[in-house]
């Protein structure tokens, strides 16, 4: 079996360092803030706010959960947009996705001052990673990268599929790896005969969004695989886009779900708050 990438463990161990220059900058007077906009009562949404809150506590960040009525219209989320982009206290915004179906998730992003875009999503810090400058950087492909990092995967020369096109993994996850030197192919749903592209790939990267779905036939003997998937089986148990059993008898190196990619996206948004904290003081 291949080696487990323990996304949980590498969290913990950051975060610990966080925590050290969090109090550091408490010494110059700088505490970095994070207000979390959540509308409705989504309950994955929910799960995930309250592991950020919970995240934010143990390394010091001031961490304000802003819960907001489904009801909520477009123009009130943007006037409270606009009050934390004037506000000193905090220097990171997160509003939670998805949003309701009345409200412009695009308008909303675009709201949001770039400086104090922790979540990397604002098309302008899109824009300055695409052109190979990034500022802030979306937090899943940023925590695979520290994955990356921790155990040592070079990614020069290597073959990646990345399997999903989303402007919150797929895209930014294939142009972190191409800064990295590999050869990167952005794979999706209506790619043809998919199992046999995946299965050239030294690096490959699941984000589909679908329970299972990637098997052994996909994946080359000696590849590193890396599960973005967080989907609920019949009977709601947690479970990746990778079948963990039979794909890692194969892979060299493969993140569980859960305790994988999850734990290091929220130890990213952390770490782009110090970073936004340290730059605007």
């Given at each position: 079996?291949?080696?487990?990438?323990?996304?949980?463990?590498?969290?913990?161990?950051?975060?610990?360092?966080?925590?050290?220059?969090?109090?550091?900058?408490?010494?110059?007077?700088?505490?970095?803030?994070?207000?979390?906009?959540?509308?409705?009562?989504?309950?994955?949404?929910?799960?995930?706010?309250?592991?950020?809150?919970?995240?934010?506590?143990?390394?010091?960040?001031?961490?304000?959960?802003?819960?907001?009525?489904?009801?909520?219209?477009?123009?009130?989320?943007?006037?409270?947009?606009?009050?934390?982009?004037?506000?000193?206290?905090?220097?990171?915004?997160?509003?939670?996705?998805?949003?309701?179906?009345?409200?412009?998730?695009?308008?909303v992003l675009l709201a949001i001052d770039p400086k104090k875009d922790v979540d990397g999503f604002h098309p302008m810090n899109l824009g300055h990673l695409f052109v190979g400058n990034?500022?802030?950087?979306?937090?899943?492909?940023?925590?695979?990268?520290?994955?990356?990092?921790?155990?040592?995967?070079?990614?020069?020369?290597?073959?990646?599929?990345?399997?999903?096109?989303?402007?919150?993994?797929?895209?930014?996850?294939?142009?972190?790896?191409?800064?990295?030197?590999?050869?990167?192919?952005?794979?999706?749903?209506?790619?043809?005969?998919?199992?046999?592209?995946?299965?050239?790939?030294?690096?490959?990267?699941?984000?589909?969004?679908?329970?299972?779905?990637?098997?052994?036939?996909?994946?080359?003997?000696?590849?590193?695989?890396?599960?973005?998937?967080?989907?609920?089986?019949?009977?709601?148990?947690?479970?990746?886009?990778?079948?963990?059993?039979?794909?890692?008898?194969?892979?060299?190196?493969?993140?569980?779900?859960?305790?994988?990619?999850?734990?290091?996206?929220?130890?990213?948004?952390?770490?782009?708050?110090?970073?936004?904290?340290?730059?605007?003081?």
């Amino acid at each position: 079996m291949g080696q487990l990438i323990n996304g949980r463990e590498l969290a913990d161990k950051m975060q610990e360092e966080m925590k050290q220059e969090v109090s550091q900058l408490a010494e110059k007077g700088i505490r970095p803030g994070l207000v979390v906009l959540l509308v409705g009562e989504n309950p994955a949404s929910q799960t995930y706010v309250k592991n950020k809150d919970l995240a934010a506590a143990k390394i010091g960040i001031l961490s304000k959960v802003e819960r907001l009525p489904e009801t909520i219209s477009e123009d009130e989320l943007l006037e409270k947009i606009a009050f934390y982009n004037k506000s000193e206290e905090f220097h990171g915004i997160l509003v939670q996705l998805p949003l309701p179906g009345h409200i412009d998730e695009e308008k909303v992003l675009l709201a949001i001052d770039p400086k104090k875009d922790v979540d990397g999503f604002h098309p302008m810090n899109l824009g300055h990673l695409f052109v190979g400058n990034p500022t802030m950087i979306p937090c899943t492909p940023y925590g695979i990268m520290k994955m990356f990092e921790a155990y040592d995967i070079d990614l020069d020369g290597k073959r990646a599929v990345v399997i999903g096109r989303s402007n919150i993994v797929g895209k930014p996850m294939a142009q972190l790896m191409l800064m990295k030197n590999a050869t990167v192919t952005i794979a999706h749903s209506r790619t043809k005969d998919l199992p046999a592209l995946a299965k050239e790939a030294d690096i490959l990267v699941v984000a589909i969004g679908r329970g299972h779905f990637v098997t052994k036939e996909f994946v080359k003997p000696g590849a590193v695989v890396i599960d973005v998937g967080m989907n609920r089986d019949e009977n709601g148990k947690l479970i990746g886009d990778v079948k963990f059993d039979e794909v890692s008898e194969l892979a060299e190196y493969i993140t569980p779900v859960p305790k994988g990619v999850g734990p290091m996206t929220i130890t990213m948004l952390m770490y782009q708050t110090i970073e936004a904290a340290k730059k605007l003081k």
